[in-house]
Every structure is written in C-alpha cells, then in structure tokens.
C-alpha cells in the first residue's frame, strides 16, 4: 500500500516538474551612441516582434514630452534610429539631460541622454 501511495505522489511531482518555459524579451536597447551628444544620436534596438510598431519618447528632466516617434516594425531584429536633438516642432533643444523610452509590444526600455550644445 505505501508503494502505490509513494508512486502516486513521485507521478504527480514528475508531472509538475516540467521545464521551465522562457518567454523571448519582445525589445531591448542593443546601442546608443553618441551619449552625451551634441548634434544627432544613434539609437539600435533589438526586436522579436515581426510586425508592428516601436514608440519612442523622449522626456525632459521637467517630464515634458519632447519628442514622440512612432517606427514601425516589418520583421527587422535589430532597427536603427536618428535623433537630431529636435522636438516635435523641429525646435532646437536645450543643453540637458532627457529620458528616451521605447516601448514595443508589453516591454518598455529606458536610457539617460545627455544633450550638450
């Protein structure tokens, strides 16, 4: 009796202990470039995601949004962008520190830029 009690419960455990499933990271930061900056960034993303779009935003230390970029993603792993140090008015920005964010699909990255004139 406690053999089939002890089988039971090692075919239960055995059932449970399945591996471990891990879920692809849908966006990470792979480069940024120059940072600190004074005229253009080069920003390299990496991307699971075959379709759809990539937000960018950049923040101001004051947590004003500066600039709001939509890419759209067509199967590329690793996307590129350019920054000109511009707002969405295509204004100059100011010496500063700012917050470039990228959201793609559930992930969200952020990274400190500094921008000097």
């Known amino acids: ?15 449970v202990n399945k591996p471990q499933v891990t879920i692809p990271e849908a966006l990470s930061i792979h480069a940024m470039y120059p940072n600190p900056t004074n005229s253009s960034l080069t920003l390299e993303f990496l ?3 075959n379709n759809g ?11 004003r949004q500066v600039k709001n970029v939509d890419i759209p993603l067509m199967g590329e792993y ?25 959201t793609s699909g559930q992930t969200i990255e952020s990274r400190k830029v500094t921008l000097l004139k």
């Open 1 to 15: 009796m406690l053999d089939r009690i002890l089988n039971f419960y090692e075919t239960e455990l055995s059932i």
């Open 47 to 49: 991307t699971d995601l």
């Open 78 to 102: 690793k996307n590129t962008w350019v920054w000109d140090g511009l707002d969405d008015f295509k204004r100059e920005l100011p010496t500063g520190i700012y917050i470039l964010t990228v």
């Open 53 to 63: 779009l990539a937000q960018i935003t950049i923040i101001d230390i004051l947590g």
